[in-house]
């Protein structure tokens, strides 16, 4: 019986869902820590400085900040904020519904003194939702490449 159930394990365990999908971007950008998270800090500033983004509408649910995003070309993302330190310029969020091909999506934002200026980090964890890994993750690097681009343009 043990000889049976051990294939039959090791067969399972291939159609299981894969650990999450780790994504980790940063930037340097010409600017004081401070003049960057009064850029980026604010939940809902992400229309301000993201290229993807056409406007943003906050909101609260429960006593957390929700943030709905019209995205340009069309399209609405609901994102909620589930943690956030000032001091630290960071926070984080996760997607509550939207477009993008991901699942059990989590991120973080934040900012740190680098040298004369500012190292911006995005991260983010997420399963795929009906593409292949390797497309989910592309789908996330962009976004977090054309943001990070922004918010050091936007610093010069």
Do not use: N
């Not at 809902?44 to 649910?61: L, N």
């Amino acid at each position: 019986m043990l000889r049976l159930a051990l294939p039959a394990l090791v067969l399972l365990a291939g159609t299981l869902p894969g650990h999450a999908i780790e994504v980790q971007k940063s930037a340097t950008v010409a600017a004081s820590p401070d003049k960057v998270w009064h850029t980026i800090g604010d939940f809902c500033g992400i229309a301000a400085w993201h290229p993807a983004v056409e406007k943003c509408v906050p909101s609260d649910k429960e006593g957390q900040k929700i943030r709905t995003l019209s995205l340009k070309g069309g399209g609405t993302l609901v994102e909620q904020q589930v943690s956030r330190d000032d001091k630290v310029m960071s926070y984080t969020y996760t997607i509550v519904e939207g477009p993008l091909p991901v699942s059990d999506y989590r991120s973080t934002l934040a900012v740190a003194p680098e040298g004369s200026g500012s190292k911006v980090s995005w991260q983010g964890s997420f399963a795929a939702k009906g593409v292949p890994d390797t497309v989910a993750q592309d789908v996330i690097q962009g976004i977090y490449d054309s943001g990070l681009k922004a918010i050091a343009d936007k610093a010069k």
